[in-house]
């Protein structure tokens, strides 16, 4: 069986990160990444970030993939990557399960980082199986990664940052967008993108949802009413939009499965995304040496993902090094970097979830 | 709003119909829902459906979200060839 003592699983911002942080530490380490190309979302993401100079603020997301890449590559002798190759089990004694190409093997490890980061989160309503219904990340891989438009006319369902700036960039790319539709009385998003859409005449709909698409071999209309405070749909406000795709950007949810597998304890918090692994304050979960962080431990924006990633990336290294030189100072300026991005009121939800994670105690 | 064009579990095809019909049927919980109807078992392994399904319990129950569990995960979490396995048995020292 092959052995590693550090293995990270997924190597997009956060698992990336993390392996940097730990070789750069003169950790060795393994990631194991199930796309052909390391980076994860951020190879799709063509907007600028936000954050300060050291979380790659206005540069664009397909080039943090690349800085980071080439940072990697400085740590080469210490990191080793594995493409192609699917995590499918997780289990207590430190073996994970991989399938690469069609090849399944072990890999037995001392310490692991779980980075799976999240999937997108779907909705229900009526024929919601017609083609061109999208999810956003689709629509993302689609266009800003293949040069491939989604439809013509294009109605968005969530106003949150992915629904606000994947509505911006399709109008970039010629598709009109009919409207924005979100479901909750206020819009999601940083007023900033929402400015932008509104500039170019985009309308943002709050308390208003999809209800259903019409259309037989694909989207040809769909139906969208107003909702009460229950997000109960309005008998009488029912409209038809003419609309030839859909794009869905509801938020995402955790990918816990191999945490859960393992036995991993799993809580419920909305504010981080639904489920997600209890972790420490040092990204450890309830099962000892298998760590978490990322959009796993709660969903953030990537920039978030990429300190975590280098906190754990320290944390896990600290477990197999023991001692570590500058360990404090690292340390600091990682907290005080998170704590950044969190503050102000953006960061209100993340900071309340993580309050709920802190108050269900030790692991 | 017709329950059975609403598609809850996509990798199994069961749409809100099936749901609500079983939950009648006093399968309340996502394991039993699983055994009944497979949600959770596809290709995804419950990553679209689960929140659907855990909302779909709570308000036929009257439950809060976080007292209704989603379902236990076990490998494998793709689809793997048995061949695969076969082979990679081979290499277990």
Known sequence: MKKTPMLIIGGGPAGLSCAIQAASLGQSVTIVERSHSLGGQLVKQTHKFFGSEKQYASVRGFKIAELLIQEYEKYKDLIEVVLDATVTGLYPDKVCTIVQNGRYYKIKSEVIVVATGASEKFIAFENNDLPGIYGAGAVQTLMNQYGVLPGNKIVMVGSGNIGLIVSYQLMQAGVKVVSVLEAAPLIGGYLVHASKLRRLGVPIHTSKSILKANGSACVESIVIADLDDSWNPIPGTEETVEVDAVCVSVGLSPMHQLLSMVGARILFIPELGGWVPKVSECHETSVDNIFACGDLSGVEEASSAMVEGRLTGLFAARRLLGTIDNDESIHQDLISQLEGLRSGPFGKKTREGLLQMKEEGQC | ?93
């Not at chain 2, 209704?68 to 082979?87: N, S």
């Open chain 2, 1 to 93: 709003m017709r329950d059975d064009k609403i598609i809850i579990c996509r990798c199994e095809d069961v749409t809100l119909a099936d749901v609500k019909r079983c939950l009648e049927e006093g399968y309340t919980n996502f394991e039993d829902l699983k055994r009944q109807l497979r949600v959770g078992m596809g290709p995804c392994q419950g990553q679209t459906c689960s929140a659907l399904i855990q909302r779909e319990i709570a308000k036929f129950t009257h439950k809060a979200m976080k007292d209704v569990p989603i379902q236990k995960t076990r490998p494998l979490i793709i689809g793997v060839e048995l061949r695969a396995i076969k082979d990679g048995a081979i290499d277990e020292s």
